[in-house]
């Protein structure tokens, strides 16, 4: 008969439900509840939140390059919390810390430790890191981060020397002393540090959102990439500090992905960056319908301008929208533009009301409509169609629109339809070019129109080996396009509004410089640059701007947007009568008429 009362069976009992864990691949109650973080357990996260960035892209150590910083972060928001004091958080750090990164130095910022002759050791081999943007999960391979190996006696400018150390206040009284370059033998990285474990989390752990370390550590890492990697961070923010202490005192307490993905937005939404984004993790097709209808921001009013068949019956073009679910439209917007990261204010707008448009199928949506001054509606629609079912009004992707006169719309052909309409363009006396979105085809409109080689915009790849983007460099690139016959002579314009954004920025951008189109229409929204991927702790995705882009004459791109030589905006008596004023101030454009009124 079993004694239950036996040690060997409460032993027992303490190990089935890890074995059943184990088993099943799920964590046992090892997750950290929310809870809130404040006080010195904040101020100790953000100096370990600063460290953890200097060593973990900037210190060449062979023990650095192998950790799992995964596991580190998490491991170290669990464990820097608790310290009391400053000389207290030292200890922390440094058992955290040293084993990955043996020559870095730790100390109360009040009592810093004497100088030290950082000379040059036997070997004449250092490593340094050397970041081309910085490597992430599944972007451009235009981005890498290396240690390189420098055996000159000179250094470059552009590299750390050997003796060169990066000095840091991490705040919560503490501050570090970073060495950029190593030296090396024939074993490794010098020095080395033995058999010092790392710090590890607990035995059968799988970090999740439901963890509150976990969450920290996400705020951790994706403020860490931007901070030293973001090639405009110094022209969208002088403050970047308190974004970070916001969003680690928000994913303490936050209980679930959704909460967490809107705390990682807010951060992300901080470098105003029109390619930052935020990849939950449940994110699927069910959360990829829309509301039957576009709406546009028209003169300071939230204006519906196309509607499905399917709700035709109870909204019109050129209805106002004034309250969604009884709020009123301003609040909605302004508080979904606080997680829409955007280089202008009108991409923002457009981004945030793109969104209000998308949710789970079939959810209701109230809305309630002005169509006239005693014409109020309170409607309510579902979203149950796909975001592309709904189409705004435009000409047939090629057609004729007069004698001589073409409309292409770069956002709707594609390069097969594109080479057979060429015949038809090359006798044309006027070609309208669409590019209000994204185009689904090569530039070759640009090399048609072109008589020369016409060079693109600049490319810069952030050149990145000392921390906090101080004398960040650049790798410059441009690339070419020849002419190609038969050559289009015809008088061109081209239609552009916010929905034109990267390549479209890159296209108008050729076209501007080079004066090969009239642009009639709106700014566009001020966001060009390869989009590089970072997968966070918790396998959330963030998103930002791997590189930065200037107009061929060294002008921005970012936060400026390409401007129209013909600055035309939609009015909602324009709408309401089914024009398209942009496309009309084109046309007359293109045909040397009056604009219309």
Not at 469 to 484: C, D, F, G, V, Y
Request: charged residues 20%; neutral net charge; contains cysteine.
């Amino acid at each position: 008969m079993m004694n239950w009362a036996s040690p060997a069976f409460r032993i027992f009992g303490l190990i089935l439900p890890l074995v059943t864990a184990c088993a099943c691949r799920q964590p046992v109650a090892l997750n950290i509840p929310p809870r809130p973080l404040e006080g010195r357990g904040l101020e100790n996260i953000v100096a370990f939140a600063r460290l953890y960035g200097y060593v973990r892209y900037f210190h060449p150590s062979d023990e650095a390059a192998r950790a799992d910083w995964a596991s580190f972060v998490i491991a170290g928001a669990r464990k820097v919390e608790t310290a009391t004091c400053d000389s207290e958080l030292v200890l922390l750090l440094d058992t955290l810390f040293l084993p990955l990164a043996p020559s870095l130095k730790i100390y109360q910022t009040s009592k810093p430790p004497p100088q030290e002759d950082y000379r040059a050791c036997d070997t004449t081999k250092f490593l340094a890191w050397v970041h081309h943007g910085v490597k992430g999960d599944g972007g451009s391979p235009v981005y890498s981060s290396q240690r390189i190996a420098d055996t000159s006696t000179a250094w470059s400018d552009k590299f750390p020397g050997p003796a060169e150390r990066y000095h840091a206040d991490l705040g919560a009284g503490v501050s570090c002393d970073v060495p950029l370059a190593l030296c090396t033998d024939t074993n490794g990285t010098l020095p080395r540090s033995g058999s010092i474990p790392p710090v590890a989390l607990p035995p059968l752990f799988l970090p999740t959102v439901e963890d509150r370390s976990t969450r920290l550590a996400d705020v951790i890492v994706a403020w860490n990439v931007l901070q030293h990697f973001h090639p405009y961070l110094k022209l969208t923010t002088a403050e970047w500090e308190g974004p970070l202490r916001r969003a680690l005192t928000s994913a303490a307490t936050d209980s679930s992905e959704q909460m967490l993905v809107f705390t990682l937005r807010v951060l992300v939404a901080g470098v105003r960056d029109g390619h930052g984004s935020i990849l939950p993790l449940t994110a699927g097709v069910q959360d990829a319908y829309a509301l039957p209808l576009l709406w546009e921001w028209v003169e300071d009013q939230l204006v519906i301008t196309a509607v499905h068949p399917s709700a035709s019956d109870r909204l019109q073009r050129g209805d106002v929208v004034t309250a969604i679910n009884r709020s009123p439209v301003e609040d909605i917007i302004m508080q979904r533009e606080q997680e829409v990261s955007a280089a202008t204010s009108w991409h923002r707008r457009w981004i945030a009301l793109s969104d209000l448009r998308l949710g789970k199928r079939e959810s209701v949506c109230s809305l309630t409509v002005h169509r006239s001054p005693a014409d109020t509606l309170q409607v309510a629609v579902r979203r149950a169609v796909r975001p592309y079912d709904v189409v705004e009004q435009r000409p047939e992707p090629l057609s004729e629109l007069s004698a001589g006169v073409y409309y292409i719309d770069l956002t709707r052909v594609s390069e097969r339809e594109f080479l057979e309409y060429i015949p038809r363009l090359t006798s044309a006396r006027g070609i309208v070019l669409d590019l209000r979105g994204y185009p689904h085809l090569p530039p070759l409109m640009l090399q048609h129109l072109a008589t020369g080689v016409v060079p693109s915009p600049r490319f810069a790849i952030p050149i990145v080996v000392r921390p906090d983007r101080s004398a960040m460099q650049h790798e410059n690139s441009q690339w070419t396009l020849k002419p190609l016959e038969p050559h289009i002579g015809a008088r061109v314009v081209c239609l552009i509004d916010t929905r034109a954004v990267s390549q479209s920025e890159t296209w108008l951008s050729i076209m501007a410089q080079e004066r090969l189109a009239v642009l009639v229409g709106e700014p566009t929204a001020g966001t060009n640059g390869d989009i590089n991927v970072i997968r966070l702790p918790s396998k959330i995705r963030m998103l930002w701007t791997g590189l930065a882009v200037t107009n061929n004459d060294g002008s921005p791109v970012y936060g400026v947007g390409i401007v129209p030589d013909r600055l035309i905006h939609r009015t909602v008596t324009g709408i309401r009568a089914g024009r398209d004023e942009i496309l009309e101030a084109g046309l007359a454009e293109v045909s040397g008429q009056p604009r219309p009124d």
